[in-house]
C-alpha cells in the first residue's frame, strides 16, 4: 500500500486504497461529457490512473482513442477496447507524445509534493505540441465541509466521513461507499491547494491553467506556459 492510504470491502484493493469492485459499479456522471466538451474530436488521450475504465469507456464510445494506465493490474483487466499500460504514473515514459494527457480523480492533490511533481512532469513528458493537460482537482471546501454525505439514484450513499490534519498540510480523508449489499471505505492522503498553490505546483513543471471546465473549479485545461 502506498502510505497513508488503506481501503476496506469486497474484492481487490489498489495501493492508493481503491476497490476494484466499487469502481466497477459507481457511476460515472459528467465527467466524459466535460471532457468531449473541452478536447477536439478523435483525440487521442492519455488517461493517468484510469482504473476499470470508467471513464475510459464512454470516451471510446465519444469517439476518442485512449491510453489508460493504471499501476493496478486487477483494474486494468476490466479496461476494453482500449490500450492499457501497468505503471506508476510517476515512472511513465512511452516515448509517445499525445492530444490530451488526463490527471484526474484528484491525483494532483497527492500529500508527497515529489510525487505530485512526477506526476506533472508524466503529463509534460507525453504532451504532444499544442496539447492539453486536463485536471481534476478537489472542491474548495471538501476538507472543511464534513462531515457531508450524497445519495445516488443508483442507491449509492456517499459520505465523506472526515478529513483530519497529519501535519505539513495534508489531511487524512475517510470516504464510505455504502450500497444495500455492501460497503467499501477508503482511507486517503490529501494535500488542499489554494487557486495559488495549484497554480504554482503548475508552473513548477512549466504548466499554466488555461481554462476552468466546471463551475465548481474542479476540472481545469492546462498548457504548456508561453
Ligand atoms: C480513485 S481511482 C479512479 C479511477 C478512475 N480514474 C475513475 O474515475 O474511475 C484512482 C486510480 O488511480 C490509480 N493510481 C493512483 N495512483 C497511481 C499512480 N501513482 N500510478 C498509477 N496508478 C495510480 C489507482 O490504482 C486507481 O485505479
Same mark, same amino acid.
Given at each position: 500500500m502506498r502510505a497513508g492510504h488503506q481501503g476496506t470491502g469486497p474484492g481487490t484493493i489498489t495501493?492508493?486504497?481503491?476497490?476494484v469492485e466499487l469502481y466497477s459499479r459507481l457511476p460515472v456522471g459528467a465527467d466524459p461529457d466535460i471532457v468531449a466538451a473541452a478536447v477536439p474530436a478523435g483525440a487521442h488521450i492519455l488517461e493517468l490512473?484510469?482504473?476499470?475504465?470508467?471513464v475510459t469507456h464512454p470516451l471510446l464510445e465519444r469517439g476518442f482513442t485512449v491510453t489508460a494506465v493504471d499501476e493496478s493490474p486487477e483494474m486494468l483487466?476490466?479496461?476494453?477496447?482500449a490500450r492499457t499500460v501497468c505503471a506508476p504514473i510517476e515512472d511513465l515514459d512511452l516515448g509517445e507524445s499525445f492530444d490530451v494527457v488526463m490527471l484526474t480523480s484528484? %491525483?494532483?492533490?497527492?500529500?508527497?509534493v515529489g510525487l505530485r511533481r512526477a506526476l506533472l512532469r508524466t503529463c509534460v513528458r507525453h504532451l504532444a505540441a499544442g496539447g492539453c493537460v486536463l485536471i481534476q482537482r478537489e472542491g474548495a471546501d471538501w476538507h472543511t465541509n464534513v462531515p457531508r454525505e450524497r445519495a445516488d439514484p443508483s442507491g449509492l450513499t456517499v459520505r465523506i466521513a472526515s478529513a483530519e490534519p497529519v501535519g505539513d498540510g495534508v489531511n487524512s480523508v475517510y470516504a464510505e461507499y455504502v450500497f444495500p449489499d455492501a460497503t467499501w471505505t477508503q482511507t486517503f492522503l490529501s494535500r488542499p491547494l489554494t487557486d495559488e498553490q495549484f497554480d504554482a505546483a503548475l508552473a513548477e513543471e512549466g504548466l499554466t491553467a488555461?481554462?476552468? %471546465?466546471?463551475d465548481d473549479r474542479t476540472w481545469v485545461r492546462a498548457g504548456l506556459a508561453a
Open positions: 495501493p492508493d486504497g481503491c476497490a490512473g484510469c482504473g476499470v475504465g470508467r483487466d476490466r479496461v476494453r477496447g484528484f %491525483l494532483v492533490h497527492s500529500a508527497d488555461q481554462a476552468y %471546465l466546471t
